[in-house]
């Protein structure tokens, strides 16, 4: 009797618990709900601005597709899903700072939501976890060296920005087993071949090594650091990534980098860049545009050391960049100055570039403007 | 009779009691399901299995049976089981040698002996398992020289950072033929197994020690003739050889699999070894008093006393150290070996299927699991006191 008593008691005390727990749960679909809430928004208006300060700020309409930028302006920060151990690109440095390629985008668009390059908290995620990440909702933007594929793109449920780097996969190896550079897949038969699972390189490299008729042997790693401690350490006669990991990395990993060679051979096309969820159009905008700011400031020679200067400017083109003509900004949720606060706080593509991946001895290359003959080109702004 | 009301009735309160809680656990699991479809169809994503029959295109290092990237993803998730299962199979086989021979040691009246096995058990059972595979591979098997400088042991035996090369043996057509003597060598093992029982149940004692070695050279006899009857070898040795950047024929043990084979089984042989020790020692000492008096040896003590004894003890929680070793196997994933996690997550990421293949994995290692427990179990009902 005792015993059934408890176990009731027991069982009461669950089910208060799972109610509370359900409470929190989002109602289903088709069951109206009322929800009473008292919001208090205080709202600074500042007097003075870069233009377009008559209109009375009105609080753009969460239009469909348009929840997730709404959440964000809501929460004040922008969460970022970012590499974390790839120097170059998104590195934790032993100070605790973030810095990296794909980092500044994240405090670019950070900038051009709040006007603070800082209001970003960063995530890092693996090669695995990324795109589940995403669409579960545990990031806003997925800024992570990540390839542009059909497959992503479609099946898996994303919305890809534009490409921030033009990337290739590449192989590194032994200086003592290859010719040179110029070496082909053929001087690799029988090799022991690092790589890191679930990314695209370790399909281009069964594709690549396939049509050529050459055998080789995969060493697959869960995490890109482990396959270079491995190729380091004489496991592999090669490794294979995107150039920029291997010329970055080689650099910061491995004993002795003049030991090893990166093959001229281009295995594939990475077109790196940011992703968000499908369905978050709204933000997608925001993404995708603030990143062409960033190339088209850099055509129009703006830099964040000289921004200010061109706020004066006569050019229609300018004046409608940076927010002091027209309400560009507006149209997809944002301040029309979004333009001016990312190029004020972190700085034009040119910018960014020469900051992060210069040191490494990474070339412009087709990264560099269309108007010098690269694939940078952003749409226009009007 | 006392007619009491139906809630102060006991039977009719534990039904209640139970009928709740089935309830609510049909309540939470609606809606776990309740969200994750919801999630999903936010998302415009759907459930189903249809890709597992998609070409994987990804390469697989090592394989037990015939793999190229043109095959599908269910056969690239295959490939990984079998890994798995091949690893913890021997796994299983080589820790419980380990641990039953460092459980024995443990007890030694040898100070250095007992010692070196206590030393053992408390360095090993009290670091963390991937530390330990992360140690084996990084830190021993990559230091082993490069394919050039290689270690030739005889045989040749190739000890290299790329693996270990045995010299192996290959089919020739003749092996056909001479599969028959192979089933009598295996008949002949039956065959010793009822004579030794035979010999027991009309002695009431079991055959010399001695007399065992018969298991193995008796099979071996029969093989040989076989072989010698032969027009032709049906085996041809197959010596490995430097060709190009690595060794070509025989047989080659990768610094993957070998890294975590001994991982595994040095890590759960500690645990086992404990096992062990602690089954040896609920034996009460009188039993080892009056079998030293009626004249046995210390080996024999140990065979027909203590051990009969004390597996009843032992082979539960060795049952649960099995299953250790089958779900620890999941780590190969930090050293490069491709078993069915490893494998398994390259697909989740190539197909986000990631709901569908975690089922998979699940499936899988709980199959496993089950399998390893049923068999423990009916071995462990042979073993246990019959009472009566």
Redesign the interface.
């Known amino acids: ?1 005792r015993k ?2 408890t ?2 008691g027991v ?1 009461a005390l ?2 208060i618990l ?1 109610a509370a727990c ?1 409470g929190a ?2 109602a ?2 088709g069951e109206p709900v009322t929800i009473k809430e008292t919001v208090i928004v205080t709202v600074e208006v500042t007097a003075e601005g870069t233009g377009g300060t008559e209109a009375t700020p009105v609080p753009p309409p969460v239009v469909a597709g348009g929840e997730r930028l709404q959440a964000i302006m809501d929460r004040g920060t922008l969460i970022c899903g970012v590499h974390g151990t790839f120097q170059g690109f998104g590195f934790l440095d032993p100070a605790g700072a973030w810095t990296g390629f794909d980092v500044e985008f994240c405090r670019a668009w950070a900038a051009a939501l709040f006007n603070d390059a800082d209001a970003v908290e960063f995530q890092a995620l693996s ?2 976890d990324r ?2 990440a995403l ?2 909702g545990q990031v806003d933007v997925l800024s992570r060296n990540s390839t542009w594929t059909f ?2 793109d479609g ?3 994303l919305t890809f920005g534009p490409v921030t780097f033009y990337d290739g996969q590449a192989i590194m190896a032994r200086a003592d ?1 290859v010719p040179g550079p110029a070496a082909g897949l053929a001087d ?5 071949v690092c790589v890191q ?3 695209t390189t ?2 281009n ?3 690549q ?2 049509a050529a008729g050459v055998s ?7 995490e890109q650091s ?2 270079f ?2 190729y380091d ?3 592999c ?1 090669a490794i294979t990534s995107d150039r920029s990991q291997l010329a970055t990395q080689g650099q910061a990993v491995l004993a002795n980098f003049a030991d090893h060679v990166i093959l001229d051979l281009v295995m594939s096309k990475e077109p790196l860049g940011p992703a968000v ?3 978050d159009d709204r933000l997608a905008d925001m993404v995708h545009w603030v990143v062409y700011g960033m190339i088209q400031a850099e055509e129009l020679g703006i830099t964040s050391a000289n921004v200010d200067e061109f706020l004066t400017s006569e050019d229609p083109v300018v004046r409608r960049l940076l927010g002091v003509e027209g309400e560009l900004g507006s149209k997809i949720g944002l301040s029309n100055d979004f333009i001016y606060r990312t190029i004020k706080l972190v700085g034009n593509y040119g910018e960014v570039f020469e900051r992060n991946l210069a040191p490494f001895g990474l070339a412009r290359g087709q990264n560099d403007l269309w108007t010098n003959g690269g694939l940078m080109y952003a749409p226009p702004f009007r | 009779m006392q007619i009491t009301a139906f809630w102060r009735n ?1 039977r009719f ?2 039904a ?2 139970q009928v ?2 089935v309830l ?1 656990l049909a ?2 699991a609606g ?1 776990l399901y ?2 994750v479809s ?2 999903l169809a ?4 759907t459930v189903g299995y249809d890709f597992l029959t998609n070409p994987a ?6 394989s037990y049976i015939s793999y ?3 095959n599908s993803y269910g056969r690239a998730i295959l490939v990984g089981l079998v890994n798995t299962l091949v690893v913890s199979a021997l796994g299983i086989v080589l820790t419980t040698f380990v641990g039953v021979i460092a459980g024995i040691a443990r007890l030694s009246s040898n100070w250095l002996i007992s010692r070196i096995a206590a030393a053992y058990v408390g360095v090993i059972r009290n670091t963390p398992l991937i530390i330990q595979l992360m140690f084996w591979y ?1 830190g021993i098997i ?2 082993l020289p ?1 394919v050039k400088e290689a270690v030739a042991l005889p045989g040749p035996i190739f000890l290299t ?2 693996g270990l090369y045995l010299p192996g043996f290959e089919a020739t057509p003749a092996f056909d033929a001479w599969k028959i003597y192979i089933w009598v060598a295996l008949a002949s093992l039956i065959v010793i197994w009822l004579i030794f029982r035979w010999i027991q149940n009309r002695y009431d004692l079991p055959p010399p020690l001695w007399w065992y070695s018969a298991y193995l050279f008796l099979p071996i006899l029969i093989l040989w003739v076989g072989f010698m009857l032969q027009p032709e070898p049906p085996l041809k040795e197959m010596i490995p050889e430097l ?4 060794f ?1 024929g025989g047989l080659r043990l990768t ?2 699999f070998a890294a975590l084979l001994f991982g595994l089984v040095v890590y759960t042989g500690s645990f086992i070894a404990e096992i062990v020790r602690a089954g040896i020692q609920a034996i009460s000492r009188g039993q080892v008093e009056a079998a030293r008096s009626l004249g046995l040896t210390t080996a024999q003590t140990l065979r027909l006393i203590i051990f009969p004894q004390a597996l009843r003890v032992i082979i539960p929680p060795m049952t649960s150290q099995y299953l250790n070793l089958a779900k620890n196997s999941s780590l190969a ?4 070996y ?1 078993d069915l996690f ?1 494998i398994a ?2 697909v ?5 299927a ?1 709901i569908e293949v975690i089922v998979i994995i699940m499936l899988s290692y709980l199959s496993m699991s089950l399998f390893t427990s049923l068999l423990m179990n009916i071995y462990n009902s042979r073993v246990r006191l019959v009472e009566r």
């Open positions: 009797m059934t008593t176990l009731i069982l669950a089910s799972l359900g749960a989002p289903p679909t090669a695995q795109f589940t669409q579960s497959t992503r099946e898996l449920g087993i690799l038969e029988g090799a022991n699972s679930g990314t370790e399909l490299l069964a594709d090594f396939r080789y042997e995969p060493v697959v790693f869960a482990e396959a401690q491995a350490e004489g496991r006669d969820a499908q369905g | 006991v309160l534990q209640l009691g709740v809680f609510m309540l939470a809606f309740a969200n919801t999630n936010r998302q415009g994503l295109s990804f390469d697989i290092g090592e190229e990237a043109s990084f990559l230091q490069a950072r790329r060709a190009g950047l690595n070509r610094p993957e994933i930090a050293i490069g491709p490893s997550n390259t989740i990421n190539q197909t986000g990631v």
